[in-house]
């Protein structure tokens, strides 16, 4: 389940709820968060976030895994440049 950042435009804070994405989104800060003494709590907004970060497992890749290696010199394309 994503995590959805909301701000209350009533107190100013900042929370975090774990909805799904199917979910409304919220129009009313929580009692428990709101700061202020409405009832109901304030307006809340959904702000942007930058989502979550990327995992990634195991060697990764590199620049050698895509060479082409010609077949005969064992793959090695080097050239020594001795000016023949």
Known sequence: ?????????????VFEVMQSMRD????SCPPDVC????????????RISGGSGVIYRGGGFYLTDYV?????????????????
Do not use: F, H, I, N
Not at 1 to 13: H, Q, S, V
Not at 37 to 44: D, I, L, N, Q
Not at 71 to 80: A, C, M
């Open 35 to 46: 700061t202020e003494a409405t009832p109901g709590g304030g307006t809340v907004q959904r």
């Open 1 to 13: 389940m994503p995590t959805y950042d909301y701000e209350c435009l009533t107190c100013g804070r």
């Open 68 to 84: 082409k290696k010609s077949g005969g010199d064992g793959g090695s394309s080097s050239s020594t440049g001795s000016g023949e």
């Open 24 to 27: 409304a989104p919220l129009t």
